[in-house]
């Protein structure tokens, strides 16, 4: 499959690279993830899939079991 462009989201609470570690660790672990990038200087996670539909729900929820809250930017 090829992958599918990057779908980003803001991420509240990050401060650090811990931070960014544990959203990586997270949401690389869900079915599909081929790429994951994250700013706790600009907020933003940014992901790509190897075309593996993903919800959105399953996301929040990845960043939310790291300890922090994002949306769909």
Do not use: F, K, N
Not at 22 to 49: C, D, H, I
């Amino acid at each position: 499959m090829d992958s599918e462009p990057a779908v980003d989201y803001l991420v509240t609470g990050m401060t650090c690279g811990h931070c960014e570690r544990a959203v990586t660790e997270e949401v690389s672990r869900l079915p599909g993830v081929t790429a994951v990038e994250v700013s706790a200087s600009s907020g933003r996670l940014s992901l790509t899939t190897d075309g593996t539909p993903l919800d959105d729900a399953d996301i929040l929820a990845a960043v939310d079991e790291a300890g922090y809250s994002a949306t769909r930017a």
